[in-house]
C-alpha cells in the first residue's frame, strides 16, 4: 500500500481540463510551463507508488490521459490513466465557493492495473465497473512552439483535448454513487515532447522541479495543512512566522489495510481534519480520505501537550480525547468516527491506534 493514498485526488490535482460536459466542444490545452506544473505534480504523487521518473522527476517515455464528468447525482467522476494504472476517483465537495477552500470534501479512488496509451484507457475494477475507451482529438492541440511557452521549440505535439468515447461503468458500494457513460470530455499529454520543450526553461524560472510530497501533505486533498512527517524534506528549517501549528495524529495499521485521523490548529485559526483509509481488496486498492474545516473550539489542546479534545464537523461523528501519561504512555479514546464515500461510520479511535500530539517551531 505504500503510497496509494497520494493517488487519492490525482484526477484533482491534474487539473488537465475545463469543467466537463460529455457534448461540449472541447477546451484548449494550458501553455507548456502550466501544463508541466500541474503534471510534475501528478507524476512527484505517482513517485511515491515506486514508478521510476527521468530528469525533472518525470519519465521521458509515458502519456498521462483524463477524463472526468459530472455525475447525475452531483459527485464528480475522474479517471486517470498512466503506464499501467488506472485511478478512478468519485468526489464530493460541500461549502465551496470560488476562491475559497470548501468546508469539507470526501473523495475515494480505486485503483487498477490496466492498459493506457495515448489513445485509450482500459481497466477492471472488479464488480465495481470497468473502463474500455478511446481517445479521439478534437479541437487543436498543443504544438511545441514559442507560442505555447517553449523554450526549445520543435514540431511536435505536446497534447490534445478530445473525448473519449466507449463505456464507463461504476457502481459503488451500496450503490452511493452509479455511473455509465459512453462519451466524456479529456485529454491526453505527451511528456516526452513536452520535457524536450521545456529544457533548460528552468533557467529563466518558467518550471522547477517536482516538490517531494511526505506525510499527510501527500494526501493532495487539503494540501491546507502543514507537513508534519518526519521526512527531512518537510523539516523546516527555520521558525515559523506567527502563530505555532498545532497537530494530532494517529493511525492503525494491519498488514493490507491503514486508517489514519490528523486535527490541526494554528494559533486561534479554525481547525482542519483529515482522514484517510486505505485497503487492498483483491486486485484493486480503495483509498478513501475525508477533510473538513471546524471551528477553533472544536480541536482543543492545553499548553503542555498533554491532553486534546477534538469534536470536528460532519461527515464525522463523535469526539476523541488524547491524554499523556506519565513516561511514553498515551492514549486516545472517544466514539470518532467518519463516514468515507463507500464506508460509512468507520472507527477512529481505539487502543489499536497510535497517537501523537506536536507543535511546530
Known amino acids: 500500500m505504500r503510497g496509494r ?22 477546451a484548449p490545452l494550458p501553455p507548456a510551463p502550466a501544463l508541466f506544473a500541474r503534471a510534475a505534480r501528478t507524476y512527484d504523487e505517482l513517485g511515491l507508488l515506486g514508478q521510476g521518473g527521468g530528469p525533472l522527476g518525470l519519465p521521458r517515455h509515458s502519456a498521462l490521459s483524463e477524463l472526468k464528468f459530472t455525475n447525475h447525482d452531483g459527485y464528480t467522476i475522474s479517471v486517470v490513466g498512466i503506464d499501467q494504472t488506472v485511478a478512478l476517483s468519485v468526489s464530493r465537495e460541500h461549502g465551496h465557493h470560488p476562491g475559497r477552500r470548501p468546508k469539507r470534501s470526501s473523495v475515494t479512488t480505486y485503483l487498477a492495473h490496466g492498459k493506457v496509451t495515448p489513445t485509450s484507457i482500459e481497466a477492471s475494477f472488479a464488480d465495481r465497473g470497468q473502463i474500455a475507451v478511446r481517445f479521439r482529438p478534437t479541437g487543436p492541440g498543443l504544438r511545441a512552439d514559442r507560442r505555447a ?21 461504476f457502481r459503488g458500494e451500496d450503490g452511493y454513487t452509479s455511473a455509465e457513460v459512453h462519451r466524456v470530455r479529456g485529454g491526453s499529454i505527451d511528456f516526452g515532447a513536452l520535457i524536450a520543450c521545456l529544457l533548460g526553461a528552468s533557467r529563466h524560472g518558467l518550471i522547477s522541479s517536482p516538490r517531494p510530497l511526505s506525510g499527510l501533505a501527500a494526501f493532495g486533498v487539503v494540501n491546507q495543512l502543514d507537513q508534519t512527517s518526519n521526512d527531512p524534506a518537510s523539516v523546516r528549517t527555520h521558525p515559523t512566522a506567527g502563530p505555532k501549528p498545532t497537530t494530532l495524529f494517529t493511525d492503525h495499521k494491519l498488514p493490507l489495510s491503514r486508517t489514519a485521523f490528523e486535527a490541526q490548529r494554528r494559533g486561534a485559526g479554525r481547525s482542519r481534519f ?13 483509498v478513501r480520505v475525508v477533510s473538513a474545516i471546524g471551528a477553533p473550539s472544536a480541536f482543543a489542546f492545553d499548553a503542555h501537550l498533554s491532553r486534546a479534545d477534538v469534536v470536528p464537523p460532519a461527515p464525522f461523528t463523535g469526539d476523541g480525547a488524547f491524554r499523556r501519561a506519565l513516561g511514553s504512555e498515551k492514549s486516545w479514546t472517544g466514539a470518532l468516527a467518519v463516514s468515507f464515500l463507500g464506508a460509512p461510520r468507520t472507527p477512529l479511535t481505539g487502543a489499536a491506534f497510535r497517537p501523537q500530539l506536536v507543535q511546530g517551531w
Open 5 to 26: 493514498h497520494a493517488l487519492a485526488c490525482i484526477a484533482a490535482a491534474v487539473a488537465l481540463l475545463a469543467p466537463s460536459v460529455a457534448d461540449a466542444a472541447a
Open 149 to 169: 511557452g517553449c523554450r526549445k521549440p520543435g514540431n511536435g505535439m505536446l497534447g490534445r483535448p478530445g473525448v473519449f468515447v466507449g463505456e464507463l461503468r
Open 274 to 286: 483529515l482522514a484517510l483509509d486505505e485497503s487492498s481488496e483483491g486486485s484493486i486498492g480503495i
